[in-house]
Nanobody, 114 residues
């Protein structure tokens, strides 16, 4: 099983980034996919989820700015991040969940700074 996150980087406040997470080794289409983020000294925070049928949920802190989506044909989940703020700086992780099965990918660093 692999979850390969990419797309992080340095961006100015107000800018945009699109994270991708390519999955392999499991039946991607039936899993709930999620993005989490973590900063040093803080607990990992759930950012957004998308079900196998495309229903989405977002943390209040990112509603209206972030959009999670998935392409089951490409086994990939995305996080479009707009109007980025310095407080969005974190390592972002993708996660696949179904019942008791829980897979994590490596993180990708997002830094929002002028």
């Amino acid at each position: 099983v692999q979850l390969q996150a990419s797309g992080g980087g340095l961006v100015q406040p107000g800018g945009s980034l699109r994270l991708s997470c390519a999955a392999s080794g499991f039946t991607f289409s039936i899993f709930v996919m999620a993005w989490h983020r973590q900063t040093p000294g803080k607990q990992r925070e759930l950012v957004a989820t998308i079900t196998s049928t495309g229903n989405t949920n977002y943390a209040d802190s990112v509603k209206g700015r972030f959009t999670i989506s998935r392409d089951n044909a490409k086994n990939t989940v995305y996080l479009q991040m707009n109007s980025l703020k310095p407080e969005d700086t974190a390592v972002y992780y993708c996660n696949a969940l179904r019942g008791m099965t829980n897979y994590w990918g490596q993180g990708t660093q997002v830094t929002v700074s002028s």
